[in-house]
């Protein structure tokens, strides 16, 4: 069974950093495309971050480009989410996902966790 827990989700302030983490189990995080979308109250879900499972290509939207990093670890199954520089505007909830098809990954995932709550206020 496929399953894929976030963590690190938190209050933070404006210009501060967090690091979220997703442990995924049930299949082999290495072959697979892992991503992170978001979603704030009253908005549609936001793609934020993937990663191919060679860990040779990441893609960011331009909303996060150049303050969020997607980095994964294959022998620990974990994919993580760096964001610095923060913004009242992130705040929302953070999803991690997973797809083996780079086709699906940015828009529907296979696989979903249940989501992390990161506040960013002062």
């Known amino acids: 069974q496929v399953q894929l827990v976030e963590s690190g989700g938190g209050l933070v302030q404006p210009g501060g950093s967090l690091r979220l983490s997703c442990a995924a189990s049930?299949?082999?995080?290495?072959?697979?495309?892992m991503a992170w979308f978001r979603q704030a109250p009253g908005k549609e879900r936001e793609f934020v971050a993937a990663i191919s499972w060679s860990d040779s290509n990441t893609y960011y939207p331009h909303s996060v480009e150049g303050r969020f990093t997607i980095s994964r670890d294959n022998a620990k199954n974990t994919v993580y989410l760096q964001m610095n520089s923060l913004k009242p505007e992130d705040t929302a909830v953070y999803y991690c996902?997973?797809?083996?098809?780079?086709?699906?990954?940015?828009?529907?995932?296979?696989?979903w966790g249940q989501g992390t709550q990161v506040t960013v206020s002062s």
């Open positions: 049930g299949f082999t995080s290495s072959s697979y495309y």
């Open positions: 996902a997973a797809d083996q098809s780079k086709a699906t990954i940015f828009l529907s995932p296979d696989y």
